[in-house]
T-cell receptor, first 116, second 118 residues
Framework: GAVVSQHPSRVICKSGTSVKIECRSL??????MFWYRQFPKQSLMLMAT?????????EQGVEKDKFLINHASLTLSTLTVTSAHPEDSSFYIC????????????FGPGTRLTVT | AQSVTQLGSHVSVSEGALVLLRCNYS??????LFWYVQYPNQGLQLLLK??????LVKGINGFEAEFKKSETSFHLTKPSAHMSDAAEYFC????????????????FGSGTQLTVLP
């Protein structure tokens, strides 16, 4: 149980284009989803928290117009990197939290974004 | 605010030796605590969690962790390391000082890279 998928696993795009990453909870309803960014050999940096049907809450320093998050249903959240630049290249990981009162997050396998 | 400290960014052990990865948390209120493992180019997998039910928590792959309130620690151990244990390990605790924060974000430690030597 508690499986989270992410698609695509790897994407290469040209500078200036937009990329959408999907995060799905496959066998549970995710009341909250989180988006993280991870630089090589570093810990996870929380970008934003989203609840189904409401606007995402972005962490300080994260551009909400650049990283668009849509939590359209209890099983799907998307992250769109708009007008991507090489400095946006990174490993993006989503996680999902299920039942009220529980803290553990279940993570997707991550998406490696490379902007050329 | 909660902070999580992992002492030792790199730990090397020989195959068959004891694994000890250290984690200390800052909150005065015993929180939920988690250990996650990350293999290269993958997401994080939950190893085990502490939820106040028992101070010694057993997880997957033979790992266990002991919650020690007096030391604000939650160190991860495994009696005998396998080559397959080589990975990055993260300790995590709820972020907010408000115990029942609705967002329930997690604060992660900086991670410990475990290398298992043949």
């Amino acid at each position: 149980g508690a499986v989270v998928s992410q698609h695509p696993s790897r994407v290469i795009c040209k500078s200036g284009t937009s990329v959408k990453i999907e995060c799905r909870s496959l066998d549970f309803q995710a009341t909250t989803m989180f988006w993280y960014r991870q630089f090589p050999k570093q810990s996870l940096m929380l970008m934003a928290t989203s609840n189904e049907g409401s606007k995402a809450t972005y962490e300080q320093g994260v551009e909400k117009d650049k990283f668009l998050i849509n939590h359209a249903s209890l099983t799907l959240s998307t992250l769109t990197v708009t007008s991507a630049h090489p400095e946006d290249s990174s490993f993006y990981i989503c996680s999902a939290r299920g039942h009220r009162g529980r803290y553990e997050q279940y993570f997707g396998p991550g998406t490696r974004l490379t902007v050329t | 605010a909660q902070s999580v400290t992992q002492l030792g960014s790199h730990v090397s052990v020989s195959e068959g030796a004891l694994v000890l990865l250290r984690c200390n948390y800052s909150s005065s209120v015993p929180p939920y605590l988690f250990w996650y493992v990350q293999y290269p180019n993958q997401g994080l997998q939950l190893l085990l969690k502490y939820t106040s039910a028992a101070t010694l928590v057993k997880g997957i792959n033979g790992f266990e962790a002991e919650f020690k309130k007096s030391e604000t620690s939650f160190h991860l151990t495994k009696p005998s390391a396998h080559m397959s244990d080589a990975a990055e390990y993260f300790c995590a605790a709820p972020s907010s000082g408000v115990y029942y924060s609705s967002a329930r974000q997690l604060t992660f430690g900086s991670g410990t890279q475990l290398t298992v030597l043949p």
